[in-house]
């Protein structure tokens, strides 16, 4: 199994430029989540989904939006590129439920000039 | 909200030598707490957790106290080697959707 698989790797945009991050998990998880990670501080949530067709705003939502049409694929977009997201992002998935652990992605670094 | 506060930020301790990392939450409805270890280029690996009802947990070398009174819980590494080198998170996860709230990480290295 592969687990929880993000795709690109790394990526370099220009401010203002739009992309989508996909995350694809083949555990058949309920519960996927996106989070960001900056130097000094931690991994912060940004969205996260509870099933298939719901999502729901984390901790830092500005400047994204999320879509799950699909149970094991959750996207993140950027619709205008900014410096400010320049960061690293990890995905991650769940079974569900209130004590479940999270397994997480390798992570897409993103650059924006 | 969950706030996270962990301490140290970075540790330096020799091989063979033990390491002990602590963490404070601040939401008393947080009733579970995962830790994670993060090699570089890599994404955050869960290395134990701990739920709400049990106080200590054990698993080898690692091994994690939860007090609930005081809020804290802490991650202890026994017998460390090299590999064991990495940045460690903590976290605390409330509510439904078990949203974690991590701390700022603690960069560990093991020294020969």
């Known amino acids: 199994n592969a687990g929880v698989t993000q795709t690109p790797k790394f990526r370099v945009l220009k401010t203002g430029q739009s992309m989508t991050l996909l995350c694809a998990q083949d555990m058949n998880h309920e519960y996927m989540y996106w989070y960001r990670q900056d130097p000094g501080m931690g991994l912060r949530l940004i969205h996260y989904s509870v099933g298939e067709g719901t999502t729901a705003k984390g901790e830092v939502p500005d400047g994204y939006n999320v879509s799950r049409l699909k149970k094991q694929n959750f996207l993140l977009g950027l619709e205008s590129a900014a410096p400010s997201q320049t960061s690293v992002y990890f995905c991650?998935?769940?079974?569900?439920?209130?004590?479940?652990?999270?397994?997480f992605g390798d992570g897409t670094r993103l650059s924006i000039l | 909200g969950e706030n996270v506060e962990q301490h140290p930020s970075t540790l330096s301790v020799q091989e063979g030598d033990s390491a002990v990392i602590k963490c404070t939450y601040s939401?008393?409805?947080?009733?579970?707490f995962p830790w994670y270890k993060q090699e570089l280029g890599k994404g955050p690996q869960l290395i134990i957790d701990?739920?709400?009802?049990?106080g200590e947990k054990k698993d080898q070398r690692i091994a994690v106290t939860l007090n609930k009174t005081a809020k804290h819980f802490s991650l202890h590494i026994t017998e460390t080697q090299p590999e064991d080198s990495a940045v460690y998170f903590c976290?605390?996860?409330?509510?439904?959707?078990?949203?974690?709230?991590f701390g700022t990480g603690t960069r560990l290295q093991v020294t020969l």
């Open positions: 991650a998935s769940s079974k569900g439920g209130t004590d479940q652990p999270q397994h």
């Open positions: 701990i739920r709400s009802n049990v």
């Open positions: 976290a605390a996860s409330t509510g439904t959707a078990s949203k974690l709230t």
């Open positions: 939401d008393s409805a947080s009733n579970y």
